[in-house]
């Protein structure tokens, strides 16, 4: 009897379940079918999937008309550069926390202190400001300007206990994007409009606008909480005895970290990687912002649709799939281990 | 325990990461707060020098100030209670035992593998358009001769809709990983008691889920208060802009920095009170 309605009740949940899962996937799945229609077929409702004649040529006529090459080598650039420039830099940084956590802050001073220290560092730079009639006069005077505010706040941030630290590091991510748009915008801008004063070197000559010089670090800063965060995770689970017994063999830092610490946590780099991958790979909001030409990636490519010409919803549909196919295969890999980096750690 | 020596050596490991952080937190907003204060058009560049407030009294002056804060707070707030009463429900049902789970879940997940500007124009135009789209489509089906044009007369219902549909993934994703987490012993001894379903729900699942649903309604505020690509791309900015819709804007089509900064920095209170309930609720869990 029990058995019997265990039945039913199964049929009815497959059966509600599969719907509502096929109701969620469905706008992917009628992208993917339009993208092998002919484009006056993919107006057509309701749709005759019996006699519509299946093709291909829209994804040659993608590639044609908008490089979708170009597009796709430069999400691969930004995204493979700034994933292996966050290892680099993240490796380091969750093996200290991990292994040498620091129970109490270095520094001897109080959060109000600091607080102090750091709001009269800006107010000096602000001064600083008005004597040189709101421009710094030249590149040293602006350099000088930057370091009087930059060091107290890393040297804050620095000598947090590890908790804390780790808390900090993870806040920057949750700073909005339109807060830093302006400045960076104007750093990264052609015309180097925030810096074009400066003397004896134009730095307007070297701007970053639209290059990957400036998406691969922007997007490895964007990133490197959360890569932070999750190797950090994943260190945590690795017994600190066996680093210690390489310390013990004389291993250098170096080996340390690259022969012992590196192989053995492969997995959890693994599936950072792939969420950083992830994520890097759909952001758009600086890449709309930042890029047009030669360093835009996937995201921009397919914003460029936005303004049709004539009848292009198959185009769109080939362009769309070309743009998130592979990804969607990595997510659907690699959904397990996300949950993970997704909260931060605050769902277990 | 870890000598003072690798003390030492993890303090320096953890320097450049602090430094890069650091600079990439600290300055763009030193300068944010710098251009807020300052007259810097660049349309206008002789027009320099100290503004007091007044980039702020012009910002929040601006009809498009009120119009597009309410507009974020409806988004946020709009996506936020669809995403978790829906990802509750999706989460409780993918925890049941049925054919094909492990497929039913990777169909469910894909739509937050979709980057921004995808889903947005396949919305706009596959879905919603109002001649040649399936909704359409349906509507006349049920014999409708005007099919409701989705994004001129409801664009941020339209938006809405979009973004929902790309986080409900992430919500009942989270859920349900932490719904397998609950104790199976309580699960028996509920069952055990016999239980109705409900009252099963209220009292044992629910109060187990709100940590977690709080998480969710943190964090999804915090990137939900930035949504851009979507109202960029569907070009609804005018009608259903939000305020990093505003202070895009700002800088691009009105080139005033000054203001833009200003808004930039409403942006920063705004999420900040967020991110400070979430960095507590974070720590409280952070064993380090």
Known sequence: MARKQSTRRTIVLTAVAWTIGILLFFPIFWTAVAAFKTESDAYTLPQNFLTTPWTLENFGIVQERSDYLRYIFNTSVIVILSTLLGLLLAIPAAWSMAFAPQAEATSKLSGWTWLAIILASLVICFLGLYFTDWKPANAFVGIVLLLIFVVPASLWAWTRRTHDGLLWMLSTKMMPPAGALIPIYLIFNRNGLVFKDWGWINLSDYNIMDSFWGMVPLMTLLNLPIIIWMLFTYFKEIPVGILEAARMDGASLWNELARVLTPMALPGIASTCLLNLILSWNEAFWSLNLTNKYAAPLSFFISEYSSPEGQFWAKLSAASIMAIAPILVIGWFSQKQLVRGLTFGAVK | ?288
């Not at chain 2, 050596?9 to 602090?18: E, I």
């Not at chain 2, 993918?94 to 921004?116: A, C, N, T, Y």
């Not at chain 2, 044992?204 to 930035?226: C, K, S």
């Open chain 2, 1 to 288: 325990m870890a000598t003072r020596q690798a003390q030492a050596l993890g303090r320096l490991a953890l320097a450049p990461s602090v430094i890069a952080l650091a600079a990439w937190s600290f300055v763009p907003l030193a300068l944010t707060i710098y251009f807020a204060f300052l007259r810097y058009n660049l349309q206008d560049p002789d027009n320099t020098g100290w503004a007091g407030f007044s980039n702020f009294y012009y910002f929040f002056k601006d009809p498009y100030f009120l119009k597009d804060l309410i507009n974020t707070l409806l988004l946020v707030g709009s996506v936020i209670v669809t995403t978790v009463v829906g990802g509750v429900l999706l989460a409780l049902l993918l925890d049941q035992p049925f054919w094909g789970r492990g497929i039913v879940r990777l169909l469910m997940i894909s739509p937050f593998f979709i980057m921004p500007t995808v889903s947005s124009l396949v919305w706009k135009n596959l879905i919603m358009h109002p001649v040649f789209g399936l909704l359409a489509g349906i509507q006349r089906l049920f014999g409708a001769h005007q099919p409701i044009d989705w994004f001129g007369t409801y664009p941020r219902f339209s938006v809405a809709l979009i973004v929902s549909w790309q986080w409900l993934p992430y919500a009942a994703l989270i859920l349900l990983t932490a719904l397998q987490s609950l104790d199976e012993e309580q699960k028996d001894a509920a069952a055990m008691d016999g239980a109705p379903p409900l009252s099963y729900f209220y009292h044992i699942v629910l109060p187990h889920l709100a940590r977690p649903i709080t998480v969710v309604i943190l964090i999804e505020t915090i990137f939900l208060l930035n949504i851009f690509a979507e109202i960029k791309v569907t070009s609804v900015g005018g009608f259903a802009g939000n305020l990093t819709y505003l202070v895009f804007s700002q800088l691009n089509d009105a080139t005033d920095v000054g203001m833009a900064a200003a808004g930039g920095l409403v942006a920063v209170v705004l999420a900040n009170i967020v991110s400070a309930f979430l960095v507590r609720m974070v720590g409280k869990n952070l064993e380090a």
